[in-house]
């Protein structure tokens, strides 16, 4: 039987749920203990696949291909297995699986309700990982926060459980905010006390509560909490706030968040968790020996959390070249033939974000036709490589009215368009290629030494395909296609054999990118653009030469 510890938040969201959740499952995975994530999302929407990145950030995608919240890319990187469908469970999920039992006559004429019927669902999906004899504990982060109407029946779920299952088979951690007030130069609890005695109103009695923090605690505001939340004093964590999420876990090992745990789990402590492979990334991420600027052309660029994977796989690429990689957001909607030069001269690489929609498509073949004319290392995902593709057909074969058909239904070189089994699917999440599929790579390609491999298995989220009727064309042109799907012969990877470092793939490898095992694409081109920010600095160095010696 897995033991189950319930993450909820408290004050207000955005606190770090997920981090603090990945950070203890991180833990106990190093101390030898198999463990999963799951995030339960209070939405109505069945999943975040139709949610504008703006409202959510970025959609990720599992093996399986669920579109999930993006927490779960924060519980692969962390602990470097992947999750799957049944690690995130949204309301409307939830709601569409009880009404459809209705409909076919499952409660058998009988009322249904929030409680039972609801909660019992929910219930269902909470034990469901631990029921295969696959983990020994299951983390479930509740999202949003305690006091909102939409999280209710999530509590009540829980204050279920935890009288259903054996005491020290369930544990719940709240995680709340401990304000600074400068005027007053003092921490505040009360904001926990009152988050803490709403969760308990509802019969949710939280064993552990995790301060998050801006200024160090002294011990007697630790006493205050653990007095008026009723727990231990040892279970009252700090949790301040660091310089990267990933020495979120050796903070977390600090302060014993995994022994109080293991305690009021009753699992034995038995060794320290193994940390030596986490501790060497620290190293390298804090300690680089370069620096290169990275241009991030999108169209989302405001927010952060759209790119969320990407961000993340640059600091995994990062640290494996000794590196560090500045990050420069370029919104593609403002990039034009006359400005590119002047916005992409400081770079030493260029990466073109996946994306929907005509919206700023124009700025980012501008920025796509500046890299490859010169030599600037060029790396381009899903939108990313269909755009490469039509810039090279407008650019190079000399078809200036190429275009996909997701932005010119009507273009007559449609270099990239739908498949003709999904041109009759109505459903918008219909049309979609999800999941990982295989990739077979072309022997003595770019792509094929990257990986090392002629075989390899990336994730999907796209519409749109290269059109192979012009393969041809691209391929007199000097654009190989270094990857394709075996079943369908579909392109998956594009390059330019003549170039430092031009690369486009249709599959998304920044969501299979984790600190102990970065994405090679992503660990490739930052080396090309240390090489490339290196063989700059030769450059200029001998030219302040030349004019020194004259």
């Known amino acids: 039987m897995a033991k189950y510890i319930f993450v909820t938040g408290g004050v207000t969201s955005s606190l770090g749920?997920?981090?603090?959740?990945?950070?203890?499952?991180?833990?106990?995975?190093?101390?030898?203990?198999?463990?999963?994530?799951?995030?339960?999302?209070?939405?109505?929407?069945?999943?975040?696949?139709?949610?504008?990145?703006?409202?959510?950030?970025?959609?990720?995608?599992?093996?399986?291909?669920?579109?999930?919240?993006?927490?779960?890319?924060?519980?692969?990187?962390f602990l470097n297995t992947p999750t799957s469908q049944a690690n995130n469970v949204t309301t409307g999920r939830i709601y569409q699986t009880v009404i459809n039992k209705e409909r076919e006559g499952a409660y058998l004429g009988k009322?249904?309700?929030?409680?039972?019927?609801?909660?019992?669902?929910?219930?269902?999906?909470?034990?469901?990982?631990?029921?295969?004899?696959?983990?020994?504990?299951?983390?479930t982060e509740l999202g949003g926060t305690v006091g909102d109407i939409e999280s209710l029946p999530y509590i009540e779920a829980v204050r279920q459980l935890q009288w259903e299952l054996d005491e020290q088979d369930c544990l719940v951690v709240h995680l709340t905010l401990i304000p600074y007030l400068r005027a007053a130069k003092e921490l505040k609890t009360k904001p926990t006390q009152h988050s803490v005695k709403m969760m308990s109103e509802n019969g949710v009695h939280p064993d552990v509560i995790v301060c998050r923090t801006e200024e160090p605690m002294y011990n007697d505001l630790k006493k205050k909490i653990a007095l008026f939340c009723n727990v231990t004093v040892d279970a009252v964590i700090e949790a301040t706030?660091?310089?990267?999420?990933?020495?979120?876990?050796?903070?977390?090992?600090?302060?014993?968040?995994?022994?109080?745990?293991?305690k009021k789990l009753h699992i034995p402590i038995e060794k320290e968790p193994d940390m030596t492979k986490w501790r060497a990334f620290l190293d390298k991420l804090k300690y680089p020996k370069s620096k290169v600027t990275i241009g991030l052309i999108g169209k989302y660029v405001e927010l952060q959390d759209a790119y969320k994977s990407i961000l993340e796989s640059f600091i995994h690429a990062g640290a494996m070249n000794e590196c560090k990689v500045v990050v420069q957001n370029i919104h593609s909607e403002f990039l034009t033939q006359e400005n590119v030069a002047e916005k992409l001269r400081n770079?030493?690489?260029?990466?073109?974000?996946?994306?929907?929609?005509?919206?700023?498509?124009?700025?980012?073949?501008?920025?796509?036709?500046?890299?490859?004319?010169?030599?600037?290392?060029?790396?381009?995902?899903?939108?990313?490589?269909?755009?490469?593709?039509?810039?090279?057909?407008?650019?190079?074969?000399?078809?200036?009215?190429?275009?996909?058909t997701e932005m010119n239904p009507d273009t007559p070189h449609a270099v990239i368009g739908l498949m003709e089994e999904q041109k009759k699917i109505t459903v918008k999440g219909g049309t979609m290629r999800l999941g990982a599929y295989t990739c077979e790579l072309t022997p003595g390609s770019r792509a094929a030494t990257i990986y090392g491999s002629t075989t390899i298995s990336e994730r999907h989220r796209h519409r749109y395909e290269f059109n192979g009727q012009y393969l041809t064309d691209f391929e007199k042109a000097g654009m190989i296609p270094s990857g394709r799907n075996p079943e369908s012969g579909l392109v998956e990877m594009v390059?330019?054999?003549?170039?430092?470092?031009?690369?486009?793939c249709q599959f998304h490898p920044e969501l299979k990118s984790t600190v102990e095992a970065p994405a090679p694409l992503f660990v490739h081109f930052i080396a090309a653009a240390k090489q490339y920010a290196e063989d700059k600095t030769n450059k200029a160095k001998v030219a302040e030469e030349k004019i020194a010696h004259q």
């Open 17 to 77: 749920k997920g981090i603090i959740a990945a950070s203890l499952a991180k833990l106990l995975q190093a101390r030898g203990f198999r463990v999963t994530i799951q995030k339960f999302d209070p939405y109505i929407n069945v999943d975040p696949g139709t949610l504008n990145p703006y409202e959510h950030g970025e959609c990720y995608v599992t093996e399986d291909g669920a579109e999930t919240d993006l927490d779960l890319g924060h519980y692969e990187r």
């Open 111 to 139: 009322t249904v309700q929030v409680v039972p019927h609801i909660t019992d669902e929910i219930k269902r999906r909470i034990l469901l990982l631990g029921k295969d004899g696959k983990y020994d504990i299951v983390i």
């Open 241 to 262: 706030d660091m310089s990267t999420i990933y020495e979120v876990p050796l903070e977390m090992l600090r302060e014993k968040l995994d022994v109080i745990c293991m």
């Open 347 to 404: 770079l030493d690489g260029l990466l073109v974000a996946p994306g929907f929609g005509h919206r700023g498509i124009e700025g980012k073949i501008v920025a796509i036709q500046y890299a490859r004319e010169n030599n600037l290392p060029f790396f381009g995902i899903c939108l990313g490589m269909q755009m490469s593709v039509v810039e090279f057909a407008r650019n190079v074969i000399g078809w200036k009215d190429a275009h996909s």
């Open 495 to 504: 390059e330019l054999p003549d170039h430092p470092f031009f690369v486009g």
